[in-house]
């Protein structure tokens, strides 16, 4: 289809600290969930939500993830989304994630453990990301 997008932009709170698991090519891969609050009102009473976006970032761009993220860190990520279909006892099942082409943190210093936080890479952009995933 011509004319086409896909492009999504997250801006929330790491659920957990990024988990590191290696494709089937050995290519890193950095997995995390991105919490999201809104309130809306039912019945008169206000609603707090959160929804969980799961994300997935590779090479470089995982390495940094790793490096320098950590549960609770405000981040901003821009991506595209893809879903994948699997098959289990008869059924199918789908799964949406973001697949980060960038990220952002937020967070300051002073939040760190690490004072040596490179604000050199605090915008990092994976320009190299291959579409045809390893898995």
Known sequence: MS?????????????????????????KVAKFSIGTSFQYTKDGQKIDKT??????????????????????DLVFVEGSLRTTK????????????????????????????????PTSLANLQNDDIDQDLPF
């Open 3 to 27: 004319g086409s997008v896909n492009k999504t932009f997250t801006l929330g709170r790491l659920g957990k600290d990024p988990k590191i698991i290696y494709g089937a090519s050995g290519d």
């Open 51 to 72: 929804e969980w976006i799961n994300c997935s970032a590779f090479g470089k761009l995982a390495d940094f993830i790793e490096k320098y993220s950590q549960k609770g």
């Open 86 to 117: 699997w098959e289990k006892d008869g059924t199918d099942h789908y799964s949406t994630e973001v697949i980060a082409g960038r990220f952002q943190s937020l967070s300051s210093k002073r939040d760190k453990k690490e004072s040596d936080f």
